[in-house]
């Protein structure tokens, strides 16, 4: 008698999706079709490390199609952009292609918020989420690096660098260039050591949201490092030089970093799905749609709440969403109760440079090398894990 399978379709191999796929591939009578227009996993929590030059590409990617290999055949990805989704019939649609499925899995994430109303934005700032931008930005930073090298002495003009957006993202690679590059003229014994990186914040204070005392801690290490913090104030307008102020202040630059907020992937904005007011897929506590009882939302492209907050956009948040989305799942599937999510943040680590970093975990602070090291850990451990499952899944493709 044979075995009929149960088909799961997850759409984004981000934090959400991928730790979806380790939970539902436990389970012999799930058939998983992963679906991303990438063949990679973009570690973004790493984002840091690779804009200012700590590492290359390969550190903060993995491979999906070796990644998926390493399930043997429970797990198939499919490298195609999905244009649509037949909720009726449950079919996801492809550009010459459809699927079907039983159950489904939206972790498509965020993009980042080019703002119509600040002119210039998409011809003149860099953002982060797409590793393409990322990459095309370090390879920017380390030519500008160059080039004041070339002018020589110690009047060269400073490189000048706006990162608009003051939130976790913003924070870190603010701290980790300003880092890198005071090291970097230190440990070289160049003259010439001018970078002026200026954090351009509207809040009042920086990392909306986060603990207070962390948010202290953050500052002043900010101003430690030398980063220029402007608050309550707006970017309105870039051109290739030059970035225009809300109160009319003009800061002459080399490039800016956008990382002032984010929205929910093209692929939503399409969908006939029921999304809250600002576009971001609506879900129950099962993490599932209330139109549609088997097709669940996770990770950036919805919002979790607990106690009527909403829980920030982390991975950790989002790998927890994927774990239970796919629990659920596999609890349908075998007739079982699903179980209400009690999600929460288990706390926040902050590098702010090289051998920095402040973090809140389990209720202690934590500050200094020990959080940097802690957060070095938490990086390379998930790494680790996921380069495991490749590495079984590369050796079996290359030995069929």
């Given at each position: ?17 991928l ?19 990438n ?49 009726i ?18 972790a ?10 600040i ?5 003149h ?48 690679i603010?701290?980790?260039m ?34 207070k ?8 290490h ?32 080399d ?11 093209g ?27 088997d ?8 919002t ?5 907050k ?23 599937t ?13 706390g ?8 920095y ?12 090398y ?24 590369c050796?079996?493709?290359f030995?069929?």
């Amino acid at each position: 008698m044979s075995i009929v399978k149960n088909t799961i379709i997850v759409i984004g191999g981000g934090y959400a999706g991928l730790q979806a796929i380790e939970e539902l591939a436990k389970e012999p009578v799930n058939e998983i079709k992963l679906f991303d227009k990438n063949p990679y996993h973009y570690m973004q929590t790493d984002v840091y490390d690779l804009i200012a030059n700590e590492g290359d590409f390969a550190d903060v990617t993995v491979d999906l199609n070796s990644f998926c290999a390493g399930f043997c055949s429970v797990v198939e990805f499919i490298k195609e952009e999905v244009i649509n989704i037949d909720f009726i019939t449950k079919k996801v649609i492809i550009k010459n292609n459809e699927y079907s499925y039983d159950s489904l899995i939206l972790a498509v994430g965020a993009r980042t918020k080019f703002c119509s109303n600040i002119m210039g934005l998409k011809e003149h700032g860099y953002g982060i989420k797409a590793l393409h931008r990322a990459m095309y930005f370090k390879q920017k930073f380390e030519m500008s690096l160059f080039k004041k090298l070339d002018q020589g002495g110690r009047y060269c003009e400073p490189l000048t660098i706006v990162i608009a957006g003051a939130g976790l993202s913003g924070v870190e690679i603010a701290a980790q260039m300003a880092s890198f590059a005071s090291d970097f003229y230190k440990n070289n014994n160049f003259i010439c050591r001018k970078l002026n990186i200026v954090l351009v914040n509207s809040g009042s204070e920086i990392l909306k949201g986060v603990d207070k005392k962390l948010v202290k801690q953050s500052q002043n290490h900010l101003d430690k490092l030398g980063v220029i913090t402007l608050c309550n104030q707006k970017v309105v307008k870039i051109t290739e030089d030059k970035v225009t102020l809300s109160d009319g202040e003009i800061i002459m630059m080399d490039y800016m970093i956008f990382a002032g907020g984010i929205e929910p992937n093209g692929l939503i904005h399409k969908l006939n799905i029921a999304k809250n007011e600002f576009g971001y897929i609506e879900i129950d506590e099962y993490l599932k749609s209330p139109q549609y009882d088997d097709v669940y939302a996770v990770g950036d492209c919805t919002t979790i709440y607990v106690n009527d907050k909403a829980l920030p956009p982390t991975a950790d948040v989002a790998e927890q969403m994927g774990i239970l989305a796919a629990q659920n799942i596999n609890a349908k599937t075998l007739n079982k109760k699903q179980s209400k999510h009690n999600i929460k943040s288990r706390g926040i680590l902050i590098a702010l440079g090289r051998g920095y970093a402040v973090a809140f975990l389990y209720g202690f602070y934590i500050k200094g090398y020990p959080a940097y090291l802690l957060k070095k850990i938490v990086e390379k451990v998930y790494a680790w894990k996921l380069d495991k499952r490749s590495k079984r899944g590369c050796a079996k493709i290359f030995n069929d």
